[in-house]
């Protein structure tokens, strides 16, 4: 994020004071970690303030986190709000990383694994001089590092807030020595199964529908996922984000969402979640043959309005300069750091993780809970029954989860005054509960 935007956004919000700063942690390599942070003005020191840890997702940044992380701070008594750039993203590079390249396709994958990340935040949070964490927020993928967070260290982690991702808990990696019975597209009990072995079979279900299917997390697994994004010109850089930025929005009138048939099946086959899945736009469950680009270009032939907003009456300065930021850093430092997340969920875990795994999926947490969404945003029913399996998993009741009418995937971007509402009133509750 530059320091020049940065100083406009401190100008807006005259009750605190925006940072952006460079910690380096105290871990297995050093990671130096880029970080956004809001604190009233009034406050003399940040740890005398109970801490708000944001994640973001992808394709995003720390930046995404800027409509809500004053007004956080400001809030009720005050609190230190921090925003990372997570690792693989942005301005947080590894420490032996003198001049800070791209990261590569055939780079190690380890560091990027879920519970490697959840190493590098429970980390920050040590860097930062604390012994706790008030709030945990994560949108998107940090949804999933936050569950793994607040399961691995809930003495650390005092509430959680997912965020268009729902977490139901740690998946139980595959077991080798287990046989695997049955033609996987007749299996029953789908829901049940390891995410890998899921995503294996509902991917070879896909591929054989007519027309022939697969899941965006396997094309974003792929060796040319990278490229293909990034496109040869910072413009078509600019053009791709913002037309897929704008596709999973709110404004799209293709995102009509709804649960899927197979949600209310306690034993869906793996044949039928395919089926469903094949509904989902084509930004979730892509024809087999076309590469990302390919399938927002066309959409964007179709429709001009696909692209970031213009300044106009209705938008802001800031609101019109999004999809540069956007654009200049992902073309510094590409896509293949936050794809890497996708393409560990996918593989195998390292050797040396599976029996904490095991361990994590047999844990109940006891953490107060919430999850906010936009209405529109597919991520919500995506995966069948994951909702209330996470209500289920962590006892959540009716207000504990918000769905915010007309507003789509980027939630905390689209509605920043209803989420940041809907995050104090969470964090009234759990106050209150603990006084």
Request: with cysteine; proline share 8%; aromatic share 8%.
């Amino acid at each position: 994020m530059d320091l020049h935007h940065l100083q406009d956004l401190n100008q807006l919000q005259p009750r605190c004071t925006l940072r952006s700063r460079i910690v380096t942690l105290d871990d297995r390599d050093g990671l130096q970690v880029h970080l956004i942070e809001a604190l009233p003005i009034t406050a003399s020191e940040p740890v005398s303030l109970p801490l708000i840890l944001l994640l973001h997702g992808f394709p995003e940044l720390a930046y995404s986190w800027r409509k809500v992380l004053a007004p956080l701070s400001a809030a009720r008594g005050g609190y230190h709000v921090v925003a990372p750039d997570l690792r693989g993203y942005g301005h947080t590079v590894t420490q032996h990383d003198e001049t800070p390249k791209r990261i590569q396709y055939d780079d190690p994958i380890a560091p990027f694994h879920v519970l490697s990340i959840v190493e590098d935040i429970c980390s920050l949070v040590k860097v930062l001089g604390r012994g706790s964490v008030a709030l945990l927020v994560g949108h998107d993928f940090g949804s999933i590092v936050a569950g793994h967070c607040v399961t691995a260290h809930p003495e650390l982690f005092r509430s959680v807030v997912f965020m268009s991702a729902p977490f139901a808990g740690v998946e139980q990696p595959p077991q080798p020595h287990l046989p695997n019975r049955g033609d996987p597209a007749d299996i029953a009990g789908a829901k049940d199964k390891p995410l890998t072995t899921l995503a294996q079979a509902v991917s070879t279900a896909l591929a054989a529908l007519a027309p022939p299917r697969k899941h965006y997390t396997s094309y974003f697994s792929t060796r040319d996922a990278n490229r293909d994004m990034l496109g040869e010109r910072q413009e078509d850089l600019h053009r791709f984000l913002g037309g897929y930025y704008h596709m999973k929005s709110g404004a799209w009138e293709g995102n009509t969402t709804h649960p899927l048939p197979s949600a209310s099946n306690p034993s869906p086959t793996i044949a039928a979640i395919a089926r469903d899945l094949a509904t989902l736009p084509e930004y979730y469950v892509m024809p087999e043959h076309a590469n990302m680009r390919q399938l927002i270009e066309r959409y964007a032939s179709q429709h001009p309005h696909f692209t970031w907003p213009s300044e106009g009456s209705l938008v802001t300065s800031e609101d019109a300069e999004t999809g540069r930021v956007y654009a200049s850093e992902f073309a510094r430092t590409g896509f293949q750091g936050g794809l890497n997340y996708y393409r560990s969920a996918l593989s195998p875990p390292p050797t040396e993780r599976v029996e904490e795994l095991i361990a994590l999926s047999q844990r109940q947490v006891h953490v107060p809970v919430a999850f906010i969404s936009g209405a529109r945003d597919w991520g919500v029913y995506q995966t069948p029954g994951a909702v209330e399996k996470m209500r289920h998993r962590f006892g959540m009741q009716s207000d504990d989860v918000v769905l915010i009418e007309g507003v789509g995937h980027w939630v905390q971007q689209e509605a920043p005054d209803q989420v940041i509402a809907a995050l104090l009133q969470f964090l009234a509750r759990v106050e209150g509960k603990s006084t």
